[in-house]
């Protein structure tokens, strides 16, 4: 994670840079294995230091006219980084809640219907595509 004393550009860089390492990590790695791999504690660090450049980027635009087209585009990186790594996390929960909703046996075996859709993958191949 960025360290405070870097420049607020820096670690919003940083900050994107372990959002896209997080992203594939959360799509990459089996559903049971998400927590032996720490990245419930990788998920809330990064989470804290969101709020925080979040936070010091709204403070330091204070009411400055001047700032705040650099403050906004600060913001919406700092937004989209978060939201990146909030759409893997959504894909995973919707993976995993399918199974049972839809009467889904939860190891996809002794039964006829077909099993969920992997939303990870398509959300994986959409990411890859633009990145």
Known sequence: MPRTSDPPTARIAALERDADALWRAILTTPV??????????????????????????????????????????????IEAAYHRVHEALQAVATL???????????????????????????VFRRGTQFS
């Open 96 to 122: 995993a809640l399918s199974d049972t909703e839809r009467g889904f046996p939860a190891h996809g075996s002794g039964s006829a219907e077909p099993p969920p859709q992997d939303v990870r993958q398509s």
């Open 32 to 77: 049971f294995a998400l927590d032996d791999h720490g990245l419930h504690a990788r998920f809330e660090d990064f989470g804290r230091t969101a709020l925080a450049l979040f936070r010091e980027t709204a403070r330091r635009a204070g009411g400055e006219p001047s700032r705040h087209s650099a403050a906004d585009q600060a913001i919406r990186r």
